[in-house]
């Protein structure tokens, strides 16, 4: 199954097993909860999703690879302690908390979350002398004397043998322990999570015409080749801060990533061409309605490679439009719903003035959202809204005390001021509407309803925060292309179905 799917099954099977019954229970006991073992090719994303798993759960999360792990760090040292039995006193050999076990507990203290996932990486890549250990531990789920405390799920990861030599097979009677789930690349997937992410468009365009070059790893007589999942988001993230400092990314640096030197040659020859057609095209120029005849006939003569690089640059800063509109939409939603709680029908607040109402707001804001990010349950741009809606807050706050209004004055002041925001939401979506339209000016101008503009539509279908924007944004060409051109190719490809069954 793909990385998406693979979450799915993790959720649901954390809330499965952390189902109580009426007593207060573990419906399924902890002996019978069998730990998941995600195996799959190296970068595909499965240390990636379980950070996502625990934060949608709202569970804690201890991560570890255990590779990097001795026997004694895992179970723990040996010290000698004496015990009674029988009337006699007798020397044994105890353990001290295994450090994986220990970590648990303080995750539990620090965030106060009772519930979370223990996460073990590479779990079928253990030492000789630790691997004992680790089949203890997915059989019987304690390290040394110590149990992983109910509540915890076991999730651990590995890589088929054909990936890694350091690779150990379990054996039948571990394999009936533990619940499998198998693990693939999947590109779609992949590219869903890039365009949510904002990651660089050339990554996307090079892999929507090369999504051979997506997941690939060769055995070769000079050694391993590979570029994967993992690979093409790091190096993503890595053009974009090398565009901001000025720059080039060369060969070398891409090959630092795409471990595979045919794709590494062949991405950086794209990228060149990427920013040459960038600066040809001049994307924002077309996304405020300046449309150039002697650029779409170029377009319609181009090479596919550039098509789809041009198609990506639009795409891409038609995203960041959509993303400015998404975030002040879940920045304004977040605050209304905080400065309800002041409102004038709260009867909590009544006896106080608008300005210590506010103060209060904001210190219980902040209360709640420092916890949420201790126990490791917010996103970096969840993070990033929390910030922004407190210096609202507090712009509100100061406003107020500087005006030194009543309370129904400062009511209607505070609403002033949230109808700001507000406006500021309906600017930028009547903004990247226009961007939308002139997008859609210039792909008519250059491609008519060829496959570019099924193309252009099935990316819009695909972005996060595309398929956000447009619930809001009444496109009416949006909506007439979509139906019309996706169903025409939804209709050939079942032709084409039918006619290879019938040869």
């Known amino acids: 199954m793909n990385i998406k799917r693979a979450k799915e099954e993790i959720k649901n099977t954390i809330e499965a097993y952390l189902l109580k019954d009426e007593y207060g229970a573990y419906e399924i006991p902890a002996v019978h909860q069998r730990p998941v073992f995600l195996m799959g090719p190296p970068g595909v994303g499965k240390t990636q999703i379980m950070e996502q798993v625990a934060r949608e759960c709202g569970i804690g999360l201890v991560a570890y690879t255990i590779t990097h792990h001795t026997r004694q760090s895992a179970v723990g040292l040996p010290f000698i302690n ?52 680790m089949l203890q531990f997915l059989q019987y789920k304690t390290f040394g004397n110590h149990r992983i405390p109910e509540g915890w799920v076991i999730v651990t990861a ?8 350091s690779v150990r097979d379990f054996d039948v009677v571990t394999l009936d322990r533990i619940k499998l789930i198998h693990v693939e690349a999947d590109f779609e997937v992949w590219k869903a999570y890039a365009y949510e992410q904002a990651l660089h468009p050339a990554v996307i365009s090079y892999l929507n015409a090369r999504t051979e070059n997506f997941c690939r790893i060769e ?45 590494s040659k062949d991405f950086t020859n794209y990228l060149d061409l990427y920013y040459k057609y960038r600066d040809d095209y001049q994307i924002d120029e077309i996304l405020s309605g300046i449309i150039r005849e002697s650029l779409c006939n170029r377009l319609k003569r181009a090479s596919f490679d550039e098509k789809l690089s041009v198609i990506g640059l639009l795409l891409s800063r038609l995203g960041q439009n959509f993303r400015s509109v998404s975030d002040q939409g879940d920045r304004t939603g977040l605050l209304m719903e905080e400065l309800k709680k002041i409102s004038p029908e709260s009867e909590e607040v009544q006896d106080t003035s608008m300005v210590a109402r506010l103060a209060g707001l904001r210190d219980q804001w902040n209360g709640d959202w420092d916890r949420r990010r201790k126990a490791g349950l917010l996103s970096r741009r969840e993070d990033y809204l929390r910030r922004d809606v407190e210096a609202l807050l ?23 001021m949230f109808e700001e925001q507000n406006a500021r939401y309906e600017a930028l979506l009547e903004e990247g509407g226009k961007s939308l339209e002139n997008a859609f000016d210039f792909m008519e101008a250059a491609f008519g309803d060829g496959q570019e503009m099924v193309v252009f539509i099935t990316e819009l279908n695909t972005g996060y925060h595309s398929v956000k924007f447009l619930k809001e944004y009444d496109c009416e060409r949006y909506y007439q292309y979509n139906e019309r051109l996706l169903f025409k190719d939804r209709e050939s490809d079942i032709k084409a179905r039918i006619d290879s069954l019938g040869k």
């Open 82 to 133: 004496e015990k009674e039995y029988g009337g006699s006193t007798y020397r044994v050999t105890e353990y001290t908390m295994s450090e994986i076990v220990a970590s648990i507990y303080n995750k539990i203290e620090s965030s106060g979350l009772k519930e979370g996932i223990l996460f073990i990486d590479e779990i079928n890549c253990v030492s000789e002398t630790l691997a004992p250990t």
């Open 158 to 165: 590995g890589n088929p043998p054909e990936y890694n030599k």
């Open 219 to 263: 055995t070769t007589v000079d050694g391993k080749f590979f570029a994967t999942p993992r690979g093409w988001d790091d190096l993503s993230k890595f053009i974009e801060i090398y565009e901001r400092l000025g720059k080039k990314v060369d060969r070398d640096v891409v090959g630092e990533y795409i471990q595979f030197p045919k794709i």
């Open 394 to 416: 507090l712009q509100f706050e100061d406003t107020l005390r500087m005006e030194g209004t009543g309370n129904e004055a400062s009511w209607n002041r505070i609403r002033e």
